[in-house]
């Protein structure tokens, strides 16, 4: 089933939570469940080791779009999942700032549970963005973690990102 490409949104602008949720529920009346997960750029500086001030997110528009459609299908497939919404922002973001959303739509909580931690490690790894940090000692780009393909792994997924 090819998933509303308008329910993929990359966007320098912030999201509203319970907007966006109340929208994916409207789509269809047999929604009993929805998940959601919304990452934010972590605050690390408050003096703690690796101190980061900022985070600024690049990605190649169109290409970045289509491999998280083909995310959302993979997990319409696998799961029992009515729709997803998947929101990652770009750009300059500080920390505390919103950065991704992804919320799942089910009968039931268990499928919106695992769609929504299977699309979330799934866009940790495979999702075309770049990442610079930047912190007192000046700006790196920040490269694939092995947590991150372990996480993806137990899916079934065999990936070689880091």
Not at 36 to 54: E, K, L, N, W
Not at 78 to 88: K, M, P, Q, S, T
Not at 146 to 151: E, H, I, L, P, Y
Request: glycine fraction near 6%; charge should be negative; charged fraction near 25%.
């Amino acid at each position: 089933m090819k998933q509303d490409p308008a329910w993929v949104s990359i966007q320098t602008q912030d999201f509203d939570l319970n907007a966006e949720i109340a929208a994916l529920r409207a789509q269809d009346g047999r929604v009993g469940a929805v998940c959601s997960f919304v990452g934010t750029v972590r605050d690390r500086t408050a003096g703690q080791p690796g101190q980061i001030s900022s985070l600024e997110l690049e990605h190649y528009p169109g290409m970045t779009e289509a491999a998280i459609e083909a995310m959302i299908d993979a997990a319409l497939q696998r799961f029992d999942i009515y729709g997803a919404r998947v929101i990652h922002r770009i750009g300059l973001l500080q920390p505390l700032d919103q950065i991704v959303l992804v919320a799942v739509t089910s009968a039931h909580r268990g499928e919106s549970f695992a769609a929504c931690e299977f699309l979330m490690d799934y866009l940790k790894t495979q999702a075309p963005f770049w990442k610079k940090e930047t912190s007192p000692e000046g700006a790196c780009w920040v490269d694939a973690r092995v947590s991150d393909d372990a996480a993806l792994a137990r899916w079934g997924i065999d990936t070689r990102n880091s």
